[in-house]
């Protein structure tokens, strides 16, 4: 028994059980590395357990997404069963006519009663989904919760504690102190807010000492700086997602312990004398009779994890340096690279003869695999009076799954012939080329995706994208047809995006020559874009001519600038900002003349810094309503030509059938 088999990936259910490892496989490397950092400080530890979760998270996405599989797990052997056909069945007959007869069907007594009885696996998602919302609810819950106790809480306008909160913000380089509020309603301090945060305190911080109060700012002010909350809620959605999976829980709790330690350390860093801030923390926790803090929110002090605290505040041996950049970058990139590679791993393919026929059906249909020269009718049942099948020896009956919706039954002398051993393209072309339902053929040009440059393969899908009649069949051919690599596939697709006249059509080509970045589909989508009306399709257009080498831009991309969709302008603004062309900047600057949203006027800043650092018209961005204007504009003024993250303008998400 194989690993794939012993985890069934090659069943329905095999897709999540290949995820579920992948996941342990990263928590467990995860795991070792942390152990490995047992002496770095807690800053460290707490990057490595945030990387993780995050890469836990994004896993389902990069597995689909991933632009390569790494065939490193064994092969899934292909299992022949023999399974009465159904009237959905697609029979592929390749004996001769003497040799072969159907043996009677025995029909289950629930599917004789019209009892369709969910399967395991179906059982298994919904109980997962059930526990998952229910998670998501809490978190939901407690949310809200937070958010009525900082509603219900009135301001501090104590001055000290105000002058305190300034000074420790401005020693932890914070341009904007949070603000900070007194609720009667909790007896711990805590931070919330994940864009405009709030540190909360009890009712008794009136009575605090001063050094009580620079620990607590301090500690709060930490998690501000450090943005622990994002991580956080990152863990609790983890743990909601993959609530069956102890490594998850894990990670959340170390992710948690190492933000507190870490904020602890920024404190001692910054000149408390451990003893003190120890003995600090110590009358908090007594203080709390029971915990008044929604779990979502950064409760300074816990006691479950008061002890383990109190020893690394006190330990005169600890690391409490953060980590530098280099260092944040390296395990960064190492566990991310890492998290790719394991996203990438696939089953191996497997042997030709095991090769299972990956299409999707929703119709039946019946393909003749080596037929006679005479038509044969599809067998029917032997009379029950025989109580042998007519058949030779050695003829065998075997179902292949194709998908959960189809099964080909197939009735050989002796071994699968080599047509259906090797018929993945072979069978997948002749359906999309013959089949008489568009539906048929649209799944099929999806299953031919893997082998687009088999030429029997490239071929059908070209056909199929020029001339078939239904849009979502030519939709889905020039979808496939991106994963090949033949010379020929972009003045292919180009035709398809000047010729085509359905809008989802010509949107997929130019989707796919923005994946090619090939400098010959420059002429093509300038074409294209130029007598284009769809504005969703425009914009598509806009994003493929930013990914292909120009060294002028298409005039209509600069009119795309006033375009109604924010979209489609912020796609123009890209494009514009990659192809560079100096002659665009007066369009751009026209455009950062006229009213515009906040999202436009920075992208449109950023296309005119591509070209000139320091863009004329800057001073009348200074008085925008939007302070992220204003930052961007004071950004490029003083020379900086990064002003904040590039939104991807990524097109609509590709077809699945």
């Not at 300074?300 to 008061?306: G, H, I, L, T, V």
């Amino acid at each position: 028994m194989t690993l794939t088999s012993l985890l069934g990936i090659g069943t329905p259910s095999g897709p999540t059980l290949l995820l579920v490892l992948k996941a342990t496989t990263i928590l467990l490397v995860t795991v070792m590395l942390a152990g490995a950092l047992h002496k770095a400080s807690a800053g460290v530890r707490h990057l490595v357990w945030l990387v993780a979760i995050a890469a836990v998270l994004l896993l389902p996405a990069l597995s689909r997404w991933m632009p390569l599989d790494l065939p490193v797990l064994p092969a899934a052997a292909s299992v022949a069963t023999v399974t009465p056909p159904t009237t959905g069945d697609a029979i592929i007959n390749t004996a001769a006519p003497s040799q072969t007869q159907s043996t009677p069907n025995v029909t289950p007594s629930a599917a004789a009663a019209g009892i369709t009885l969910p399967s395991l696996g179906t059982m298994l998602i919904g109980l997962w989904a059930a526990v998952a919302l229910l998670l998501i609810a809490r978190l939901i819950h407690g949310t809200l919760a937070v958010q009525r106790i900082v509603r219900s809480a009135k301001p501090l306008a104590d001055d000290d504690w105000n002058d305190r909160l300034y000074d420790v913000a401005d020693r932890l380089g914070i341009a904007r102190a949070p603000r900070v509020v007194k609720s009667e309603s909790i007896h711990v301090p805590f931070a919330t807010g994940l864009l405009n945060a709030t540190i909360v305190l009890p009712a008794e911080c009136d009575s605090w000492t001063p050094g009580q109060r620079d620990a607590v700012l301090i500690h709060e002010l930490g998690h501000v700086r450090r943005r622990d909350l994002l991580g956080h809620t990152l863990g609790r959605v983890a743990c909601a997602v993959y609530w069956f999976h102890p490594l998850v829980w894990t990670a959340a709790r170390r992710l948690r312990d190492a933000s507190e330690r870490a904020c602890d350390d920024l404190a001692i860093r910054l000149g408390s004398r451990p003893s003190e801030y120890a003995e600090h923390l110590l009358q908090i926790v007594t203080a709390v009779g029971r915990p008044a803090v929604p779990s979502v929110a950064l409760a300074m002090a816990q006691r479950k994890e008061f002890e383990g605290r109190m020893l690394a505040i006190l330990d005169p041996a600890l690391r409490r340096e953060a980590p530098p950049r280099w260092q944040v970058a390296s395990i960064t990139g190492a566990l991310m690279a890492m998290s790719l590679l394991v996203a990438a791993a696939a089953p191996a393919p497997a042997p030709a003869q095991a090769k299972p026929l990956e299409i999707a059906n929703n119709t039946t249909k019946t393909v003749l695999a080596d037929p006679p020269q005479d038509p044969l009718p599809v067998a029917k049942p032997a009379p029950k009076a025989s109580p042998e099948p007519a058949t030779t020896p050695d003829a065998k009956s075997t179902v292949v799954n194709i998908n959960p919706n189809v099964r080909i039954n197939v009735r050989t002398q002796g071994e699968l012939p080599a047509e259906i051993r090797d018929a993945n393209p072979e069978l997948l072309a002749k359906i999309l080329r013959t089949d008489s339902s568009a539906e048929v053929r649209r799944v099929a040009a999806w299953g031919l995706h893997d082998h687009a440059d088999v030429p029997v393969a490239f071929s059908a899908l070209s056909a199929a994208a020029e001339r078939d009649a239904d849009a979502d069949v030519r939709t889905m051919a020039v979808w496939a047809l991106e994963s090949s690599r033949d010379t020929k596939v972009s003045e292919l697709i180009g035709r398809v995006l000047a010729r085509d006249s359905d809008a989802d059509a010509r949107e997929m080509a130019a989707w796919a020559l923005g994946q090619f970045a090939d400098p010959s589909a420059a002429a093509p989508l300038a074409a294209a874009l130029a007598k284009e009306t769809s504005d969703r399709t425009l914009g598509t257009i806009a994003w493929a001519i930013g990914t292909v080498p120009m060294e002028r831009a298409p005039a209509k991309l600069t009119a795309l600038l006033s375009n109604e969709s924010k979209h489609t302008r912020l796609t123009a603004a890209w494009a514009l900002s990659n192809i560079a062309d100096k002659a665009t900047l007066p369009a751009i600057r026209a455009a950062l003349k006229q009213p515009q949203d906040g999202s436009t006027t920075r992208a449109l800043l950023r296309a005119a810094m591509a070209m000139d650092p320091t863009p004329d018209g800057l001073s009348d961005l200074l008085t925008s309503a939007d302070p992220g204007v204003r930052a961007a504009a004071v950004a490029a003024m003083s020379g900086k030509r990064s002003i904040d993250p590039w939104p991807w303008p990524w097109p609509r998400v590709r077809p699945n059938p």
